[in-house]
C-alpha cells in the first residue's frame, strides 16, 4: 500500500475514533440562544423536573411574580462512556410549558400557568440559566434535585459507574453535588470509562436571555 494512502486511511480512522466518543459530534447547528446545539442523545428527559414546590431552597415562581436581580449561565455537559449526552430543554419549568417556534429552533419558557425554577434550562444546548432575586451561590446537586435526577461520585442521572467530574478545566475531587455554578463556568461530568478529557467550551448566549437581560422577554416569531 502507498505511504501516502495508508497516512490518509490512519488520519480518517482517528477521526472516526474520535468522533465514536463524543468528540466531535457528526452535525450541529446554533440554536436560540446563539450556543451551538449538538446532535447527541439527551441524558434523561426534563419531563421528570420538580412540579412546583420549594426544592433546596429554589422557588418555582410564576411569570407575573418573577424578581430577577442575579442572571448567570453554566454550561454543563455529560459523557456516559466516552459518548456525550445533553442536558434536555425544560429542566426546572413546569408543564405546561411554554414553547416559542423559532427558525432556530424551540425555545421553552413559562407561560401563564405553570412556573420556573431559578435553576433552569430553555433549550437542549447545555446551558443552565441561574435567574435568581438575589446573587447567591449555587450548586450542582441543587440543579440536579430539581431535576429529579441522582448526582453522586457513582451515578449521574440514569448512567451508572465512576465519575469524574471538571469545573473549568480542574478537576473537582468532592462530592459532585457540591461544584458551584459559577458565572459562565464550564462544568463536564465523565461517567464510565474511558474518561473524555477535559473538552473546553467557549460560548456567548445571546437573544432571548443573553448577558445583562434580568428576564427572558417572548421573542419575536422568525
Not at 424551540?106 to 433552569?120: A, E, K, P, S, T
Request: aromatic letters at 8%; a neutral charge.
Amino acid at each position: 500500500m502507498p505511504l501516502v494512502l495508508l497516512a490518509v486511511l490512519v488520519v480518517l480512522s482517528a477521526v472516526a475514533a474520535v468522533s465514536s466518543y463524543g468528540f466531535k459530534p457528526t452535525s450541529n447547528v446554533i440554536g436560540p440562544e446563539g450556543v451551538v446545539v449538538t446532535n447527541d442523545r439527551v441524558l434523561a428527559p426534563s419531563s421528570s423536573s420538580a412540579t412546583g414546590a420549594p426544592v433546596d431552597g429554589v422557588t418555582c415562581r410564576k411569570e407575573s411574580g418573577e424578581v430577577v436581580k442575579y442572571h448567570v449561565h453554566v454550561y454543563v455537559t455529560v459523557f456516559v462512556n466516552g459518548r456525550q449526552r445533553r442536558l434536555p430543554a425544560g429542566i426546572g419549568i413546569t408543564r405546561p410549558y411554554l414553547t416559542e417556534h423559532l427558525s432556530s429552533g424551540n425555545f421553552l419558557d413559562v407561560g401563564l400557568y405553570d412556573c420556573l425554577y431559578w435553576l433552569h434550562t430553555h433549550v437542549a444546548d447545555g446551558i443552565v440559566h441561574i435567574e435568581a432575586p438575589a446573587k447567591a451561590t449555587f450548586t450542582l446537586g441543587q440543579l440536579f434535585d430539581i431535576w429529579r435526577q441522582p448526582l453522586s461520585n457513582a451515578r449521574v442521572g440514569p448512567a451508572v459507574g465512576h465519575v469524574v467530574v471538571y469545573e473549568n478545566g480542574r478537576q473537582w475531587r468532592g462530592d459532585p453535588r457540591g461544584v458551584p455554578l459559577l458565572a459562565h463556568g464550564v462544568i463536564q461530568l465523565d461517567v464510565g470509562t474511558p474518561v473524555v478529557a477535559f473538552q473546553p467550551f467557549e460560548y456567548h448566549v445571546s437573544g432571548l436571555c443573553g448577558a445583562g437581560t434580568t428576564s427572558c422577554a417572548a421573542p419575536t416569531q422568525k
